[in-house]
């Protein structure tokens, strides 16, 4: 059973920076596999960051990512990380990793998720 555990979520002020882990364990993780999302209150889930398909182990990164967020990866630890720079209220979220098991676009895992909320 894979298992997926997201840490570093926290209250920063607008301007601020953060830096979220997910952390796989339980089978063979591929980071390149995994990916970041956040879901706002009363929102729909957006896609944060991940790596593309085509271009190998390219990052790749929603709108509201690009420019100020950076997603890395350690396979020796099955860890994923986010750096997150210049945080805006509106990055204010529960932010999820996920896991594909086939490295497509269908994600079976997901973690508990971690709270960032950013004040103005």
């Known amino acids: 059973q894979v298992q997926l555990v997201e840490s570093g979520g926290g209250l920063v002020q607008a301007g601020g920076s953060l830096r979220l882990s997910c952390t796989g364990s339980g089978r063979t993780i591929n980071t390149l596999f995994m990916s970041w999302f956040r879901q706002a209150a009363g929102k729909e889930r957006d896609y944060v960051a991940g790596f593309s398909r085509t271009i190998w182990k390219s990052p790749i990164y929603g709108e509201s990512a690009k420019g100020r967020f950076t997603i890395s990866r350690d396979d020796t630890k099955k860890t994923l990380y986010l750096q997150m720079n210049s945080l805006k209220p509106e990055d204010t979220a529960v932010y999820y990793c996920?896991?594909?098991?086939?490295?497509?676009?269908?994600?079976?895992?997901w973690g508990q998720g971690t709270q960032v909320t950013v004040s103005s």
């Open positions: 996920a896991l594909s098991s086939t490295g497509g676009s269908t994600y079976d895992y």
